[in-house]
């Protein structure tokens, strides 16, 4: 069974703190993406990583993809209470699941101000 | 443009008891999923689907059915409910495969109450 572990699993912080959350596996993975949902709303795709070593930037959210692409993680600078949501990372396994989705289980984040 | 849209957006069901959960997409997407979200355990295949006519299983896709008549249409029907079926379920859908590197669109989810 491929699995994508997350941590930490719930992460509260101020308003203007730094964050980062991490996304690992023993699999090796073809793509990686990284979603946030709010409650009651299905998950919103934020980024999607392809290649080993992968650094791409979004205002203030920075992800990066594993040079052996199996891990991933996604830092936030000065946290804002509008990132607060539920974080999920999912990948596409090399030559599993048919290129379906894993998901890993979320990073439950608050963010007060 | 709606994008996913899911229907309903609430039910209880009694143990025993049949119901759809109805998707529809208007993005003219080939790809569309069913996923299962319980509390803390992230999301989980229940079905797919590459195109009308075709449908296969995810990880999770026992006491659940599906079909695709149509490109845009993707029910999801339990035939006999279990509270362990409780769960949130969402639609998604994409235009091609996800080892592409695809996006994939999201309903706002059906939360599914078995007693």
């Known amino acids: 069974t491929q699995l994508l572990e997350q941590s930490p699993q719930f992460l509260s912080i101020q308003e203007g703190e730094n964050l980062t959350v991490y996304c690992n596996s023993s699999s090796v993975f073809s793509s990686l993406q990284w979603y946030r949902q709010e409650p009651g709303e299905g998950p919103v795709l934020l980024v999607t990583v392809v290649t080993g070593g992968e650094v791409k930037k979004l205002k203030r959210l920075t992800f990066q993809f594993g040079d052996a692409r199996k891990d991933s993680s996604l830092h936030i600078t000065a946290a804002q209470p509008g990132d607060t949501g539920l974080y999920l990372c999912?990948?596409?396994?090399?030559?599993?699941?048919?290129?379906?989705?894993?998901f890993g289980k979320g990073t439950k984040l608050s963010v007060k101000p | 443009n709606a994008g996913v849209t899911q229907t309903p957006k609430f039910r209880i069901l009694k143990i025993g008891q049949s119901m759809t959960l109805q998707c529809t997409q208007d993005m003219n997407h080939n790809y569309m999923y069913w996923y299962r979200q319980d509390p803390g355990m992230g999301l989980k295949l229940i079905y797919y689907s590459v195109g009308a006519g075709i449908t296969d299983k995810g990880e999770v896709p026992n006491g659940y059915n599906v079909s695709r008549s149509t490109t845009e249409d993707f029910p999801l029907r339990l035939e006999l409910a279990a509270p362990s079926q409780t769960s949130v379920y969402f639609c998604?859908?994409?235009?091609?495969?996800?080892?592409?590197?695809?996006?994939?669109?999201f309903g706002p989810g059906t939360r599914l109450t078995v007693l």
């Open positions: 999912a990948g596409v396994s090399v030559g599993g699941s048919q290129g379906n989705l894993i």
């Open positions: 998604a859908s994409t235009r091609e495969r996800l080892a592409g590197a695809d996006t994939q669109y």
